[in-house]
């Protein structure tokens, strides 16, 4: 706390208001955008990175940093006036002015990826938080590797009511407690306001008695007194356990007729307002213009982040585990993974084992666990039947975080964000399981995952009615195809153990596209019977099947109902029809291959897709007049297996039917 | 109170009993199932049934029942048991041996229209809870209409730690608390497993603690300590606030050496422990055999509810505001709504607004509401960007519950529960709005109100990058056909303020089939320029622009794209080009058209779809290899919308360029 001494608060007050200025200006030359969050937090944002933020500017990647999560994201020009207040070059004045416009850094929400100091994208409420517990949690696996020395950092937060009544903030509280995260401190802007009006609209929630029932440490303050702010901040970092600040923050700090209300969240001030908040605030300067004095305090911010990176960087070059934290910060290392897997897969294609593809999965994670020291497991409370776990993964525990397991709990959402926060703070791969009926509880983490381009992998099993009793509630029938819908998602669904560790090397090595692995419950026979070099799934949909002479009929499936299409093909056969089997583990990766070869691999002859899924998503493949498939078209139902099989019509007999049709109506 | 002196405690304990048996019996003859909680909470639900709950089976939807969800749905076998002990006649002993089987009523988890006595759907975790969260909020609204002469009933739920650790909980418990809904009622099976094992693997949340920083009432009672459980239930119907009561219970009562254990969660038990258990237990009966006596036990708490019933029944008939009560809760008077569009969308048809959707939607509401007494309004806290609150609509708030606005809170996912909740009650038509792209944290509740077949209506405004600056975080471009893609929901995206209208009259009027609106934040010109009698809308796609003489191309678009589609085939009137214009706001209308109306208004000239949405799901429409698409292909950015739509190339210019392309491909 001896830095407390020497903080001129005079000039602190106008770094804070430098802030304001910056985001009631920048909102309204865009004419759009919230100035109400940044005015407010102003001064806590301050407090925060003037007296405890170690970040350095010149290497914004800085292992070590601290990291920062502007959770309520519409506040983003907070974000964007502080990294133009600290030097980093790519946030001149010029990308404050043009907020919110195409092709700026300064997007309407914190986009990772698009300007250094912005440690993941927020917006949608809630996510900032939980992506922060998982940096968090990182951070502490990491010291527990590599001690004090080289990893020691703080996670910040900032957000608002809108991310504490998101049921996803409970996932990620109720972790963080059991968890202990005491690297972790929120700072909560306590305004009161939401878009409809007063917080008392719609909730009354103690919250700090609901963190504290987490196992929190709380405290509350007046946001806007510098001095208990930053005592604050001193004692939670002084606790053991993860920490709420609740700041008391009047909304659109200086706004004199606005603040407090909701008419200043999201709308700009108007220029009358804005000319009141100048004088209220003492800022005669004119738009986009910071004075020297202000400019330098909030450097010398820089400067002491680029003291702490000159000395962190002593001390790993001086540590004899340089190399070994180098590698776990690295790419994983392909070619090893590569050789493992192909060895694995020979074996694999010799043993041809009939087992489910969740099964084939563990199988492959032996491998692959034992290849890459950096991959972290987990799943939401259904280990056993997802098999995520391979053989001696220690659990990560409060007290214990060399582990490499996560048990995450029943908090589906929660899993999904907070791996996607230890892939950002970087040191880890990490993959975590659910049912594949509970992406669509994921599915807000797993867009913004693909959004930011950060390698998670999703293991999701039990992935159609396959799955048998638990019925429709648990059958997926639509989700592979909303799957297959976001933008910079791989959706796997192999068939067999062959490509599902094709499947998981292909993941894994996808430095900015996270995955989802379909799997399935119930067992199916191996199909990739020969050992070969190539991976095969990184094609995305391949030949399983040639015909001798030319095909009457293809047939496309994946996953489980590849034991369909080779079944349709041999009744085919009998009846003298030429049936090819083409295996589509990846339909994304099949869409970037070349024009001449999808048609090579496709077929001229009439096609039928084979999914126990509905057909949507399928018209890459089979978007002929001519075509058919065979699926889904509704809900599925409890039953067995077999039995659901039959009732919905997905079997080798139907197929062979519909190809008989088909090739029929084409001549 | 008086109840409670002539229990017959050794009677109670043998109705206990009957549930656990039936639930292993039934799970060991499905070989699949979960006895564990099904064992551990009979006790719990015995006292419920036998003490406190009115329902009777002679009329499973009488509307002063009192309502019981099962949140823990693994646990089906406690309701399956407990409905064929109350002697509802769908639920013969041949349904519990059927357990799980194709065609039983007795599904893996409880499904909502399959049997009597099953309120909602439950399965995925946590949906239960906050579906019941709309039932009690509903009996609240109704006895703020009726009193308590007509509606005096209580809402009780059995959940687990995994209902209580999904986010969605904490949506639900902050609201239900800030509503002070004290007729809601939670029994939580305090067991301390989940599958993974131990519930501290990955949890230390303090639950009563967390209540009661809720505003709930909270107590803790052994599970297996009758008159404790009694006792608590009686307070918690004292309290004025909603309740937990945390019951301790062992999981698998019952079972000698499996209990206690999660091996006793999911799996049966097997034949050895099932003969321990029995002797345990003292019940020497053979399986799927009740004595007489225990029968007629069960039998006196549904004499019970009939008597209820029947003094209820004449209270209505003595009641004037019977014709009322009984309009709420019929079916919404169709007639009466279909003049009121018409008239509407005559005038629209004159007045021709140039509106944003969603201003057209609050437009069409304000009709709607003034027409329908008992449609109730929302938003997760964007009343003013949704559009959802038509003038004089009073807010629902915990001390007037006259009122027909909730604020739902910054709570997707809890205010779509909610609404499956309000509409599964009876007595109102929900709808409530969020912004399209927070349809991902909606999604499983509203997945489960499709499977249900309840008819809720979704608000999802700002559908497309036209919402601009705010980003790629907020614009959906995958989420339409991510939404398409779940069976019975129908997606509309209007294309102006009539079709708008029409929209929402088909969706109040179809009684089991949720709706989602995808509504414009920019304008949009009106193209329904005619007053007609017919709904087009209900056609799903319809010829909005026909050519003289035959077409050159087809140009098929839905909502803010109709105005480009309309542009293009300006664009190539002046070139000599004959295009069509359809409109699609509803494929799934659309889908179950006759093949000879669907060929006709798409025509035989290649064919252009146009929407600011990824093209997955338009097969439906633009099958073959000569037809094109205009429309996403990944994320948004921030920008002015006319901005954007220049970027992503979604323009007039084009698409009449693509039509040009097809047509001389086609020659």
Known sequence: MNQMARIDTSMETQMANAIRVLAMDAVEAAKSGHPGAPMGMADVATVLFNRFIRVDPADDKWPDRDRFVMSAGHGSMLVYAISHLLGYDDMGMDQLRAFRQLGARTAGHPEYGHAKGIETTTGPLGQGISTA?????????????????????????????GCLMEGISHEAIDFAGHQQLGRLIVLWDDNGITIDGDTDLSTSTDQTARFAASGWH?????????????????????????????CKTVIGFGAPNKQGSHDVHGAPLGAEEIAAARVNLGWPHPPFEIPQDILTSWRSVSARGAEARSAWLERLNASPDKARFNAMLAAPDAVALRDAIRSHSAKLAADRPKIATRKASEMALEVVNATLKNTVGGSADLTGSNNTRSKGMAAVTPTDRQGRYIHYGIREHGMAAIMNGIALHGGFLPYGGTFLAFSDYSRPA??????????????????????GEDGPTHQPVEHVAALRAIPNLMVFR?????????????????????????????????????????????????????TTGARDVTLIATGSEIEIALGAADLLAVQGVRAAVVSAPCFELFAVRPDAEREAVLGRAPRIGIEAQIRQG???????????????????????????????????????????????GGK
Chains 1, 2 share one sequence.
């Open 133 to 161: 517990v998982g940096m968090a949690l990182a951070e502490r696996m990491m010291n527990a590797r590599f001690g004090n020395d080289l990893v020691d950092h703080w996670t910040y937060v900032i957000c608002g009511d």
């Open 618 to 664: 399928w018209d890459g493949l089979i978007l002929r007049p001519g075509d058919g498939f065979v699926g889904m078209t509704g809900f599925g139902a409890s039953a067995p297996a077999p039995a659901l099989y039959r009732h919905f019509g997905i079997t080798a007999e139907r197929a062979a039917d519909l190809a008989n049709q088909l090739i029929q």
């Open 494 to 546: 192999p068939a067999d153990a062959v490509e599902t560790a094709e499947a998981w090397e292909i993941a894994l090595t996808s430095p900015s596209t996270p995955s989802v692995l379909c799997l399935s419950r119930q067992n199916l026979p191996a199909v990739r019977l020969e050992p070969g070099d190539e991976n095969l799934t990184r094609q995305g949909a391949y030949v399983l099947r040639e």
């Open 446 to 467: 797993i867009r913004l995952g693909a959004l930011m381009g950060v390698p998670v992998v999703h293991v999701m099993t039990h992935d159609s009615i396959g799955l």
């Open 218 to 246: 709380v405290q509350a303050v007046d946001g806007h007194d510098r001095e208990a702010v930053a005592e604050a901040i001193g004692k939670a970092r002084e606790d053991a356990r993860p920490s709420l600040i609740a």
